[in-house]
């Protein structure tokens, strides 16, 4: 059997040498930081190895059923700090290379994280599964090994620049390529039907060509339990049957461009989050490691071939639509392959899928052509619409006059063009559907899938989200975990409601002033990487203001925006002295897609208005706007510790949870925010007084859009918001080039789909309360450790332990 290394300094140290020297060749002496980075990671995993070998043996064993967490996404962030913390090795590690010369810090930072992911569905996917392991529930996650994660953000001239994430060229020593496990998935080709042996006709599907699946294994260690669950990525090769003919032609060019096509299918992450476009690319990625990982799951865990336990074995739940082609895979895999009637695959299919919705944007909502479908999945076609057809005969059965509902109903949507709607298959197929925060659900429920919640009310569910306090709490912000663990004693980390028993330290002058210092630590942490990072430099005693995320038109970077560009106006106009504004400091972190136009125009003018306010002598001590380029989640673990008030301000009805919102109030960060996502749950749980609440409620925005909304009314009637449209429009930040913004304040005026200008007074007035809320900097110290306090609940392992009760039904491995 395998043993772990003796959890020593000195046991630490021969492990780490022995790496340097036989793994990577080199002595000490001549070692680079990389050699040593990636020495001192394999040494980490060798504390981890044994647990995970047995773990896996385990759940093949005892039969348990497992979680398989599908999604094109896993946004895991660094791994070496959580991989130390979870072998609980932090204190001997850093010793051990101490006694080598080395500080484990330079190490660290030598890590590139894999950005396998977007934004918050793939960082959920990354919390969800570090929570099943830490509570000991088997489960798998299955993704993509993109080659190239979310693109690296420059700005040239404060526009934003892509460069490519080249995440793997120094070497990945988390990952475990597994070529004897590889899949192989077919493409294109037709179907045809003939009989089979037994004498029954069957179709068959005859594809047109291939790829192999190659998985890499990465640990999942669990918080100091032992416990090791296994995240598989699927990385697209050549087959032999691709490129054998065409050697043997002689033709080695064409040869070599074949390989070139397979592997392109996994060389990157589209960097899209919002308005996906059907390309072709995009549905081969999605089979594809669909496809390898329903393979793949039946091949490891079905060992005695009885397809028809795979309920009792294990439940899919569908992360998005992206990966809802497994319902036809599935449904091929056990009718066409395994050969079972297609009533009984159907039985087995609704019981292995879940599906979770993430957001209410109608454009967001994936749709496949029919045509582009049909032609690189055609027997994948037929069955959908096969389900399509029996579903809808149930429905027409169900209300008999109503030929309207099982045209809305139905899968297949027939304009602007034949397609598939996916979020309709995904609910046609899954056990359960849910929402990711209270208000989502309730959207979800009466709009986006109105008339199948009244159909099948008891499939539909609220998980609201959570995050992993041991990456966002324990390993971001070391100084306050540590006053929480010295006042209330360990085991909060995984019992996250324990925090509430700070409640009554919210009256304690002292905790409230070790609390501040903390703040304060985290503050000066973050202006001394910045100035390394970004070279800028900030004063240390401001109220530091955050808006990190995604740049999106509903998110309203751009209201954000105007509140700064207003406070300046007033100042510069001489209506507001200086020394009457509370210092403040702007923070934006945030990717475009590369296809935005209007997100990558608001950067441009985030970055051109931060380069005048900060060379504006009039403003220097009570305003700076800083942009440090290429937000992930390695920055978010720097930044949200250090954050006083945290920006959440989508327009109400559209941020399905936000995950950030959490982040930041568990790092005692007062929220502004709407009435939106998991914001409301925010303010419920830390009480209104402990909340700066503004904007308009869904309801109200849904009646101001039928009544006819006009953003330039807003703009006429608002005398400060007018300053700030008309001042960036004189060209006040474009070097007084007034056509480098127009279509920016055009935007605003005449369209606004997301109503800023309808929210501006609300959110100026709410900013004027947080300043005013400040300057009582022992309230403000009072407010923020009752939000720690009362953010227990978003702890993602308790999104785990109702998932597993309303939805999974799986045990912890005993
Ligand atoms: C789809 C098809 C083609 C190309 C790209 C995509 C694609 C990729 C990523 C579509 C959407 C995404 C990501 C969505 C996302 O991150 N949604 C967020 O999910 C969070 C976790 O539930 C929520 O907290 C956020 O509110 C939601 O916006």
Redesign the pocket.
Known sequence: PVTSPPHSVDGFVREFLRELNTDSGVTLSRSTVNDQYLSLARAVRHYLSARWLENTRKVRETKAKMVGYLS??FLLGRQLGNALLATDLEEIAEKALAECGIDIATLRAQEVEPGL????????AACFIDSLATMGVPCIGYGIRYEYGIFRQTFVDGRQVEQPDTWLTLGSPWEFPHPEHAVQVDFGGHTETYVDTDGVERTRWVPGWNVLGMPFNYMVPGYQNGQVNTLRLWSAQATNAFDLPTFNSGDYAEAVRAQTFAENITKVL??????????EL?LQQ?YFFVACSIRDFIDRFILDGDVTTLPERVIFQLN???PVIAVPELMRVLVDIEKLEWDAAWEITKKCFAY?C??LLPE?L?VWPTELLGRLLPRHLEIIYRINDEFLAEVRAAFPDDEMRARRMSIIAEYPERAVRMAYLATVAGAKVNG??EL?SQLLRDKVLHDFSEYWPEKFTNVT?GVTPRRFMRLANPGLSQLITETLGTGWLTDLERLAELEPYAEDAEFRAAFVRIKEANKTRLYRLLRARDQVALPDDHLLDVMVK?L?EYKRQSLKLLHIVSSYEQIISGKVDPSQVTPRTFVFGAKAAPGYRIAKETIHLINSVAAVINADPLVKDVLKVVFPANYNVTLAETLIPAADLSEQI?LAGK??????NMKFALNGALTIGTDD??NVEIRQLVGDEHFFLFGLTEPEVAEVQTAGYRSHEYYEGDPQLKATLDLIASGHFSGGDRTVFEPLVSNLLYDDRFMALADFRSYVEAQARVDAYYADQDAWARSAVLNVARSGFFSSDRSMREYIARIWHTQPLR
């Open positions: 094109a996404e992911g977007n934004g918050g569905l793939g960082r959920l589209y960097p899209e989050d919002s308005t996906p476009q059907g390309k995009r999605q998005d639509t992206h979770t993430h957001t967001a994936e990711v925060a989502h989200n995604r999106h989508s941020e399905a949870s936000g995950t950030g996502g998991a």
